[in-house]
């Protein structure tokens, strides 16, 4: 297997306003942020690298919440980073994601969010089921993939914005 990104966490600036933007002011934001790890594969033969919870999360049937994941990926030229929720979440509670598969391009890495990874859930469970996952759980995985280029591509801007910014020309 070819090695084609690394895992790096935002500063501690950055992950502290995109925290207290999602859950408000008083919570132990240097806690939170040290003990948040590096995505990794639980086995040899796993495709998915598990993001993990930052904090506790408690999230009701129809409810919805942004989780800053603290993590940001380098990747190499020609390679995407495509989030999903865990297989097992998705199953017994219809965890999904709001965009249906983050796209995390390889330029995000330089947004002027010092390409954050967040991502945002919500449980669209049928039966009621109230999702409660504990600070250090897996709940998102995320696979990189190569992607190619249509013939007569011309793409030249350069990112500084971050979610949604390549609709913005402004941004790129």
Request: proline share 5%; with cysteine.
């Amino acid at each position: 297997m070819q090695k084609v990104a690394k895992f790096h966490k935002v500063s501690l600036q950055q992950f502290e306003r995109d925290w207290v933007e999602a859950f408000g002011a008083g919570q132990p934001v240097r806690d939170i942020y040290s003990g948040i790890p590096l995505p990794r594969r639980a086995t040899f033969g796993s495709a998915g690298y598990d993001f993990v919870l930052p904090g506790d999360l408690k999230l009701g049937p129809g409810e919805t919440v942004r989780i800053p994941t603290g993590i940001r990926a380098q990747m190499r030229a020609g390679w995407v980073l495509l989030c999903f929720p865990r297989s097992g979440l998705g199953f017994k509670y219809r965890l999904q994601l709001d965009n249906t598969v983050g796209v995390i391009d390889e330029d995000y890495f330089n947004a002027e969010n010092e390409g954050h990874i967040q991502i945002q859930l919500t449980n669209d469970s049928k039966e009621g089921k109230t999702l409660v996952l504990e600070a250090g759980q897996g709940f998102a995985q995320g696979i990189f993939l190569p992607f190619g280029l249509a013939e007569g591509d011309e793409a030249g801007g350069q990112r500084t914005g971050g979610f949604g910014s390549t609709d913005n020309k402004g941004d790129i």
